[in-house]
């Protein structure tokens, strides 16, 4: 098993232009998350997904959108990229569950940098 | 969001004994977690405990919960320069959204 594999791991926009990170995971979870880790502020949750076609906000969706077409993929789009949005964002997954103990296994991170 | 909140760094010498410190605010927490993140790489599950326990051991790792003041500790014994990284404490009352705190960098001295 791969685990979590996120695309690119280090990506340079100019401010307004667009992306897409790629998240995907061969486990077989229902739940992916995106987070960005930002200096002194620890993760903070973008968007999460509880399952194939559902997404929902978490703290700081503002500037980002997602889409869970497929079980395993989850991707996180920056439609008009800012200096703001300059971070690692780790990408995590579940296999899912009320009152889970499930543990989040993450992906290695892409660090993107806006100009 | 829940506020997790941990100071951001800890020096110890090789050896010595670790506690690295946590607070939250979510009093219906269930599950409170503790990470590790090596440089350039992801976080990792060290351990987890249920909201209805207080103390948690693991080989060299001990996790201490005081639920009435909400704050969870992290205690490595005999610590090692591989145990150099940030630690994250998080928490989770659903199991949909974990809340993680700040992190702390912990640097472990020869």
């Known amino acids: 098993n791969a685990g979590v594999t996120q695309t690119p791991k280090f990506r340079v926009l100019k401010t307004g232009q667009s992306m897409t990170l790629l998240c995907a995971q061969d486990?077989?979870?229902?739940?992916m998350y995106w987070y960005r880790q930002d200096p002194g502020m620890g993760l903070r949750l973008i968007h999460y997904s509880v399952g194939e076609g559902t997404t929902a906000k978490g703290e700081v969706p503002d500037g980002y959108n997602v889409s869970r077409l497929k079980k395993q993929n989850f991707l996180l789009g920056l439609e008009s990229a800012a200096p703001s949005q300059t971070s690692v964002y780790f990408c995590?997954?579940?296999?899912?569950?009320?009152?889970?103990?499930?543990?989040?296994?993450f992906g290695p991170g892409t660090r993107l940098t806006v100009l | 969001g829940e506020d997790v909140e941990q100071s951001l760094f800890l020096s110890v010498r090789e050896g010595d004994s670790s506690v690295i410190n946590c607070t939250y605010t979510?009093?219906?927490?269930?599950?409170l977690y503790w990470y590790k993140q090596e440089p350039g790489a992801g976080l990792q599950l060290l351990t987890y405990i249920f909201s209805n326990m207080d103390m948690k051991q693991d080989q060299r790792l001990t996790v201490l919960l005081n639920k009435k003041d909400k704050h969870l500790s992290l205690r490595i014994a005999d610590t090692q320069t591989g145990d150099s990284a940030i630690y994250f404490c998080a928490e989770s009352n659903t199991g949909n959204q974990f809340y993680f705190g700040t992190g702390t960098s912990l640097t472990v001295i020869p």
């Open positions: 979510d009093s219906s927490s269930t599950y």
């Open positions: 995590a997954s579940t296999p899912g569950g009320y009152a889970s103990t499930d543990t989040q296994y």
């Open positions: 486990m077989n979870h229902e739940y």
